[in-house]
């Protein structure tokens, strides 16, 4: 008998190997066809999820909102400029609404400083204490730009319009034109005389938007315009 065969299949794979490598195939083979000129589709990127952020819910109680108008979450808390809350009776006949602390306000209290003194000058004239009367404004604080950074205008315009549900005024008097803009009636000069009733805070409330006293300071001229809207507001009359 002549000698058996040994099948040494190891030598034989690699030796199979070799001769697919020498003919140009580098690769594993699929079992379905390929067309391998055809670009490779574009990987997506995973999407992350997007969220806005929700804006602080506000307190729903004029003591607690009060409270928290100056505190650490507040839009101006970012401005690094001192904080001055609002102030005066909650029951006040008469609501001022400001656009923000002057430069020259001091201990914590709004309209304390020259343009304050000129106010307070024609409530008294006007027969109005001012203890009497409900302080508030747009920003808590003043920019060192003096001007409020427009794209957190919008929100302040919210809070105050939140403040003034609170305070259901019967009477608001609003100095300037940034502070104008939280009444839109008061602000488009709908009314010929500039007194205009909103209904928007709980209640009817006659609203005149009037000259900030800063701006009469600068211009002693207009203080008579300025007159004949606090008058209107609280009397009546021109």
Known sequence: MGGEYTADWGRTLASALEWWRDAGVETLQEEEARDWLARPAPVQPAQAAVTSPQPETLPDTLAAFTAWRTGETVPEAAWLT??????????????????????DDQDALLADGAAGKLFSRMLTA???ARDSVYFLSLAV??????????????????????HLKLLQPARLLILGQAASRVVAEANDGASANGLVDVNHFGGK????????????????????????HLLLLTRGSL
């Open 82 to 103: 001192p904080r001055i809350g609002p102030g005066g009776p909650a029951d006040a006949a008469l609501v001022v609404l400001t656009d923000m602390p002057e430069g």
């Open 126 to 128: 006007a027969g109005i």
């Open 141 to 162: 604080a003043r920019p060192l730009a003096g001007r409020i950074p427009p794209d957190q205008e919008g929100r302040l315009i919210e809070i105050a319009k939140h």
């Open 205 to 228: 409330t006659q609203a005149v938007a009037s000259l900030h006293p800063r701006f009469l300071l600068e211009r002693p001229a207009a203080k008579s315009e300025a007159w004949k």
